[in-house]
């Protein structure tokens, strides 16, 4: 799991790429075919950026079948841009939350609340922004666009890369202690590789994440402005103000195909790597199998070539920046300690106070006590919403993700199912239930409400398969020799194994349930609109009617009742994983 550093590495520390005949072979044929592809298509989507605003209202969004694939570029590079700007977050931010203690006590609750706000609550205050740093520009509205994406991507990786760094096991510990690595050699070599499979899964997640809400992302209506960026969102959304059946089963169709080619190009493949990454004593008999994997391992030419750029990787990763020899023992510092935590306190605490003022300075000029009141009632029932679906969801996804889990060969084949369900907008299910309910007569407040679970339910799934596949294969074994079964094994083996992934599933779903009520609990087909009493509903109104002061005061809402509920909640229950579970 530790890759120990070497004195020196130099280019023939590699004999195995010595060994690489030079002469490409078929593998290399399709594994050009396959990256030259990829370059052509990127190359052309990102060039249908750079034009004008006024090119897109000359040419509105077509409702033509032949229109399908370039929509479906574009949404492609939204999301993949949206992902890789998401890793650099996390490996960053969620790095320094895990490694700075009073960093934590800010980023971990900033996280907590920015992953409830609406992706209609940042469009809100980000389109205007990206709009003037780019004026007639659609690449403004394209960055407005990737932005909201990444919003909805980025806190269930993050979560998950602060989960794994904070429950590394002791014994890995001290064996980079024992070999004096430094903050950056642990990092490439212990850290990175002891999240990575609990991430890919949480990436594959969010990549769901990022359809789930790609019709608010790319057909923008803020107040008075209103862009239909060229995707499949945008399409969505114009076939369902149209009551266009047809039109709405080519774009899932058009999802799915897109959802099963990156998840056997890019993601199967990823997850066939990172096998080497687990934790554990005993090889696991069952393998992740991917094909394109397989023919990268089998190429030669593509061997030879990325050799000097494995050996760069090395060498940087193997860079001591700092000496684990001159690190302060936070336990010599005791007194330092005390007085720098009180001034901490005291800057966050001023800090808090200031900006609760300035929003209620700016709130108060327009808005009354009884604005509040119907905000925080709102705010009541979307959390009464929450707390009932996720109970729901954890107690069908948690036994059927550890089923999953525990056998990779039946992993590999619902993993693009669960991806296409997870990556499944709610949009596309408004005729049906928004028909039902009108036809039926039921209650809009109870059976709207499990759209708000429709996308967010499967963070929960993703992170119990991931914590099953990551479970050691001795432990399974020790298991096994003394033949515990039944009740015991959930309690005392497996329920404690995949705990601290369900935390990190579990609390992103519940943030990602306050974001969805915004599309959730506001249902339209085209002229019959219904909506459900709630915060969601309440914030899309005001969004929609470009009032910017009841935004806020919604998000403000929102903020404290998902503060409120992780700290007597979910804040505790990631302490009690980070202390009492985890394989030591």
Known sequence: MVFLPHNSIEPRANPAFSRVPILPNIYDL???????GA???VVHGTSDMSGSLALLEKQPISLGIGHLPEYALRTTLRMFAGILISLVFTFVVATFAAKNRRAGQIIVPAMDILQSVPVLGFLTFTVTFFLRLFPGQEIGAECASIFAIFTSQVWNMAFSFYQSLTSIPTDLDEVCRSFKLSA??????????FAAPGLIWNTMMSMSGGWFFVVA?????????????????SYLALAIDEKNFSAIAAAVLAMVVIILLYNQLLFRPILAWAEK??????ASKEKVNSWVYDIIRHTRLIKRLSAPFLWIGQQLMMIRFSSAENQV???????????GDYVWGFCVLSAILWGGWVTFDYLRQALSWQDVWISFSCGLMTLLRVAVLILLASLLWVPVGIWIGLRPSLAQHIQPIAQFLAAFPANVLFPFVVIAIVVTGANPNIWLSPLMILGTQWYILFNVIAGAASFPTDLKEAVAV???????????????????????????????????????????????????????????NATTAGDVRRVVLGIVVMAFFVTFFNRILWRPLYAFAERRIRFN
């Open 39 to 41: 370059i052509a298509l």
């Open 217 to 233: 992302s790319e057909a923008i209506t803020v107040g008075n402005t209103d862009i239909r960026l060229p995707g499949i969102g």
């Open 30 to 36: 399709v594994a050009f075919t396959l990256l030259g």
């Open 329 to 339: 023992n936070p336990a010599n510092s005791d007194t330092h300690s005390k007085i």
């Open 482 to 540: 003394y033949q515990i079964r039944s009740w015991t094994w959930w309690r005392r083996v497996m329920l404690p194994g995949i705990f601290p992934y369900y935390i990190t599933g579990a609390l992103t779903a519940t943030g990602g349930s306050w974001n969805a009520s915004i599309v959730a609990e506001v249902a339209s087909w085209g002229n019959t609109q219904l909506e459900a009493y709630g915060l969601g509903a309440y914030i899309a």
């Open 184 to 193: 950056w050699q642990r990092f490439w070599r212990l850290e990175a590789p």
């Open 277 to 282: 990454f687990k934790v554990e004593q005993s």
